[in-house]
């Protein structure tokens, strides 16, 4: 006993050495020369690392004496390592509290060497790890536990204490799944990934109209590698070789334009949509708006109620959309609602498949799966829905189509380069033709509703297509 005593006095008094040779430190490092001062930073890092792992062992040895315990113990690390108030006092606290429940220091027990408890307090009286890395190990050695082959637990945990060791604790989740499939119960990770099922979500948020709508969403590793599967090949960089124009987006503009692009085609805003699915969009917006395309259309009977759609991106959607509108006299009194048939018919889509082959942009290579009819006369501006006023166009294209207002001609004989739709890349082009043609006829085949508003005459004629679009409202 009076060699232990002796060596302990020993001890401190080298600790006492040490603080005082570590006090202003900074003030001689002047003197040092380069190599010096990176073996003085490993020199350093060794010393703390070593006094982190002596005040676990200190803490440890408190707790199982019965010094301090429970709830105490955190508080008593607070009161006499000031330094941990910063953060790490619970980490030593939880340390103390486990080893002192696997046994005293009177009755010589103590945590089992190849359980994980005693692995990590070996890791961490070493110095491999600090505190807080070996509880993070604690934890995750624990959510495994239940699911590896008991012998395999001390290996497991060895492999988590090296990860950990290497690039600390955030790297550790990541190799669950190969932890679980090489020592796991046979059906562990299926049983694992099943039940993550359960966890798996999507938020409902509200809609914002003039700011972005943020969403989280949680998915399994099977529904996020069926994710990812669908936009990686949509959202990768596409330069336009043909006209220089480089892929400017953010990734991460080109993975919510994927993901857009992805819902739209398989969710039901398509050819296939009809009224009243519940993909529909339906927008209200008065007959003023309209007229001048100022304003803006509101969103009715979804989760994005009351969400506000500007008048260009109404005329995005009403391209190739299950778009609805319901339009508003002066009073917000319903003077008509549309009906889908504008949309381009399957047998359309079919013939533009075979003939542009894919995306029309100069330069552009996506395929025709990828994209969508584009009305070339717009619709709202009376054009038909019809092979010769269409082209295939995909969704960055489509929106930069509509935000640069370009025009295209659509030929009934391919050019010598193969192409039957031609685009005018001048901005504005769209409304310098537009400018050129006469309003179309209004077809005999779709008068307008009998009991329709007076006022309508003139917005009718400018807007009437040969698809029938518009219908009376049910009484």
């Given at each position: 006993?009076?060699?232990?005593?002796?060596?302990?006095?020993?001890?401190?008094?080298?600790?006492?050495?040490?603080?005082?040779?570590?006090?202003?430190?900074?003030?001689?490092?002047?003197?040092?020369?380069?190599?010096?001062?990176?073996?003085?930073?490993?020199?350093?890092?060794?010393?703390?690392?070593?006094?982190?792992?002596?005040?676990?062992?200190?803490?440890?040895?408190?707790?199982?004496?019965?010094?301090?315990?429970?709830?105490?113990?955190?508080?008593?690390?607070?009161?006499?390592?000031?330094?941990?108030?910063?953060?790490?006092?619970?980490?030593?606290?939880?340390?103390?509290?486990?080893?002192?429940?696997?046994?005293?220091?009177?009755?010589?027990?103590?945590?089992?060497?190849?359980?994980?408890?005693?692995?990590?307090?070996?890791?961490?009286?070493?110095?491999?790890?600090?505190?807080?890395?070996?509880?993070?190990?604690?934890?995750?050695?624990?959510?495994?536990?239940?699911?590896?082959?008991?012998?395999?637990?001390?290996?497991?945990?060895?492999?988590?204490?090296?990860?950990?060791?290497?690039?600390?604790?955030?790297?550790?989740?990541?190799?669950?799944?190969?932890?679980?499939?090489?020592?796991?119960?046979?059906?562990?990770?299926?049983?694992?990934?099943?039940?993550?099922?359960?966890?798996?979500?999507?938020?409902?948020?509200?809609?914002?109209?003039?700011?972005?709508?943020?969403?989280?969403?949680?998915?399994?590793?099977?529904?996020?590698?069926?994710?990812?599967?669908?936009?990686?090949?949509?959202?990768?960089?596409?330069?336009?070789?043909?006209?220089?124009?480089?892929?400017?987006?953010?990734?991460?503009?080109?993975?919510?334009?994927?993901?857009?692009?992805?819902?739209?085609?398989?969710?039901?805003?398509?050819?296939?949509?009809?009224?009243?699915?519940?993909?529909?969009?339906?927008?209200?917006?008065?007959?003023?708006?309209?007229?001048?395309?100022?304003?803006?259309?509101?969103v009715i009977g979804s989760v994005a109620t009351g969400t506000l759609v500007g008048p260009e991106a109404l005329r995005r959607l009403a391209c190739d959309a299950a778009l609805i509108p319901h339009v508003l006299g002066t009073a917000d009194e319903p003077l008509t609602v549309g009906r889908l048939e504008r949309l381009?018919?399957?047998?359309?889509?079919?013939?533009?498949?075979?003939?542009?082959?894919?995306?029309?942009?100069?330069?552009?290579?996506?395929?025709?799966?990828?994209?969508?009819?584009?009305?070339?006369?717009?619709?709202?501006?009376?054009?038909?829905?019809?092979?010769?006023?269409?082209?295939?166009?995909?969704?960055?294209?489509?929106?930069?189509?509509?935000?640069?207002?370009?025009?295209?001609?659509?030929?009934?004989?391919?050019?010598?380069?193969?192409?039957?739709?031609?685009?005018?890349?001048?901005?504005?082009?769209?409304?310098?033709?537009?400018?050129?043609?006469?309003?179309?006829?209004?077809?005999?085949?779709?008068?307008?509703?009998?009991?329709?508003?007076?006022?309508?005459?003139?917005?009718?004629?400018?807007?009437?297509?040969?698809?029938?679009?518009?219908?009376?409202?049910?009484?």
């Amino acid at each position: 006993m009076s060699t232990g005593r002796t060596e302990l006095r020993e001890r401190c008094s080298s600790i006492d050495a040490a603080r005082e040779a570590l006090a202003g430190f900074g003030d001689v490092l002047a003197a040092a020369s380069g190599a010096e001062l990176g073996e003085l930073l490993e020199s350093l890092d060794e010393v703390v690392a070593l006094g982190s792992a002596a005040r676990v062992s200190v803490a440890v040895e408190a707790a199982r004496r019965g010094e301090v315990a429970g709830s105490e113990v955190q508080l008593w690390v607070r009161e006499h390592a000031p330094s941990l108030r910063q953060g790490g006092a619970a980490a030593v606290a939880r340390l103390a509290v486990d080893v002192a429940a696997a046994g005293s220091a009177l009755d010589g027990g103590g945590p089992v060497e190849d359980s994980p408890l005693g692995l990590v307090l070996a890791a961490v009286e070493a110095g491999r790890v600090d505190a807080g890395v070996g509880c993070a190990v604690l934890r995750e050695a624990g959510r495994l536990t239940p699911l590896l082959q008991p012998a395999a637990v001390p290996t497991v945990t060895g492999k988590l204490l090296d990860l950990a060791q290497a690039w600390g604790p955030s790297l550790m989740r990541r190799l669950r799944p190969r932890l679980i499939a090489d020592h796991g119960h046979r059906g562990a990770l299926d049983d694992l990934q099943d039940r993550l099922a359960s966890a798996a979500r999507l938020s409902m948020p509200h809609v914002e109209s003039g700011d972005l709508t943020e969403y989280q969403l949680w998915m399994t590793p099977e529904q996020a590698a069926t994710l990812e599967a669908a936009i990686g090949p949509l959202s990768a960089p596409s330069p336009n070789d043909e006209t220089g124009e480089a892929d400017l987006r953010p990734a991460g503009q080109r993975r919510v334009e994927a993901l857009t692009e992805v819902c739209a085609a398989a969710s039901g805003l398509s050819a296939e949509t009809r009224a009243g699915s519940p993909a529909t969009l339906h927008v209200t917006m008065t007959l003023a708006d309209l007229r001048a395309g100022t304003g803006a259309g509101e969103v009715i009977g979804s989760v994005a109620t009351g969400t506000l759609v500007g008048p260009e991106a109404l005329r995005r959607l009403a391209c190739d959309a299950a778009l609805i509108p319901h339009v508003l006299g002066t009073a917000d009194e319903p003077l008509t609602v549309g009906r889908l048939e504008r949309l381009f018919t399957r047998a359309h889509r079919r013939h533009l498949w075979v003939r542009d082959r894919g995306c029309t942009f100069p330069g552009c290579t996506a395929p025709a799966a990828w994209a969508r009819a584009h009305h070339v006369r717009h619709w709202a501006d009376g054009g038909p829905t019809d092979a010769a006023n269409a082209a295939l166009l995909c969704q960055r294209h489509h929106t930069t189509v509509h935000r640069r207002r370009l025009w295209a001609e659509v030929r009934e004989r391919p050019d010598d380069r193969g192409r039957y739709v031609v685009w005018d890349l001048s901005d504005g082009s769209y409304d310098r033709a537009l400018a050129t043609l006469r309003p179309p006829p209004l077809e005999s085949s779709h008068p307008p509703p009998a009991d329709r508003d007076p006022g309508l005459d003139e917005w009718w004629n400018d807007l009437a297509v040969d698809d029938g679009w518009w219908s009376t409202p049910a009484a």
